[in-house]
């Protein structure tokens, strides 16, 4: 029997009867050493928007309690492999529940319009294969240098807003011609999250080239990832 | 490229759609992911959170999706 797991998180003994998993299955708490696993005993999970919307319900009720670490949804495993990664990784996992505890994910959304265009190295038709190709990769070194260059300022330009609210940080850049769309997950303190708002609200005042809005708090979904390498324990090469 | 502005720029929601999208976007895309551990089969699977990524979750998945396609 596989076991469908919404999250992990830490001395968390019952949970909630009245939500209910993916498929409608019971949600129980399964202990592993310090840890406590929310799952579901499900063979077959189909990855319908009912269980996206299910599976987030579950952690959506766990983070109200305390801090998880979310999995991303259709995570199923074996209670034997379950255990034997967290064995295994316990160091890691307790160093990321208390890097966590107590902080919620907010999620900024900024559209920065350029000032002024940033032109791309010339397109020049002219010379063979050979030619073409360095081209190519001098405009993909151009737009590497440039969005290394947007995500610092940017991410300067919050750091000096927001400063000490801010616990951790994740971008990522999309931009275009005339504006630059930034996706900005900060992770902060729960008594934080309003002052947050008015931060923002103030450097979106004073940035008339910025537009952006603020959604949150958020169980830390872009801040769980520990990079571990589950492979050796699920037997996939 | 203009397209894509018009996309990020012009389009409008209800909030409940973008809280909708929102959730979706941080359940599919984000959270502890151990690989291997997906169900029915890894390829199958794997085919599947595409186009639900492409459908559901935002621009910029889209957008990494074709880059790497461009690439291929």
């Known amino acids: 029997m596989k076991l469908y797991a919404y999250c992990l998180c830490a001395n968390l003994d019952t949970f909630d009867k009245a939500v ?3 498929s409608g299955a019971a949600v129980r708490v399964l ?16 990855p319908t928007q009912e269980n996206a ?26 209670e034997q492999q379950l255990r034997t990664y967290i064995a295994s ?14 902080c919620v994910e907010m999620d900024l959304k900024i559209i920065w319009r350029r000032q002024t265009a940033n032109a791309p190295p010339s397109k020049e038709t002219t010379g063979g294969p050979g030619t073409a190709f360095l081209r190519k990769k001098q405009r993909e070194l151009h737009g590497d240098q440039q969005a290394t260059a947007e995500r610092d300022e940017l991410s300067s330009l919050l750091r000096d807003e927001l400063g000490s609210l801010i616990n951790d940080e994740s971008m990522s850049l999309r931009p275009s011609e005339t504006v630059v769309l ?23 005042r ?6 952006g809005s603020v959604s949150g708090p958020w169980p830390p979904y872009s801040f769980a990832n520990i990079e571990l390498e589950f492979k050796p324990y699920f037997g996939v090469s | ?35 291997g551990e997906i169900t029915i089969s890894v390829a199958d ?15 910029e998945t889209a957008r990494e999706v074709l880059r790497k396609r461009e690439m291929e």
């Open chain 1, 20 to 22: 209910t998993g993916v």
């Open chain 1, 206 to 211: 004073n940035r008339p080239e910025l537009q």
């Open chain 2, 1 to 35: 490229m203009a397209d894509f502005d018009q996309i990020i720029v012009g389009e409008e929601w209800e909030n409940t759609d973008v809280s909708l999208l929102e959730t979706l976007d941080h359940v599919l895309n984000r959270g502890l992911v151990i690989a």
């Open chain 1, 53 to 78: 919307l299910a599976h987030a319900a579950v952690i959506r009720s766990v983070f109200e309690k305390t801090t998880p670490i979310p999995f991303r949804f259709g995570t199923k495993a074996t």
């Open chain 2, 45 to 59: 699977i794997d085919l599947i959170f595409i186009g639900l990524n492409v459908m559901v979750s935002s621009v």
């Open chain 1, 31 to 46: 202990k592993v050493d310090d840890f406590s696993v929310l799952v579901s005993d499900c063979e077959s999970i189909p």
């Open chain 1, 89 to 102: 990784h316990k160091a890691a996992l307790g160093n990321k529940l208390s890097q966590l505890s107590g």
């Open chain 1, 182 to 204: 930034a996706r900005v997950f900060h992770l902060v303190e729960k008594s934080k999250v309003q002052q947050y708002r008015e931060k923002i609200d103030v450097l979106l």
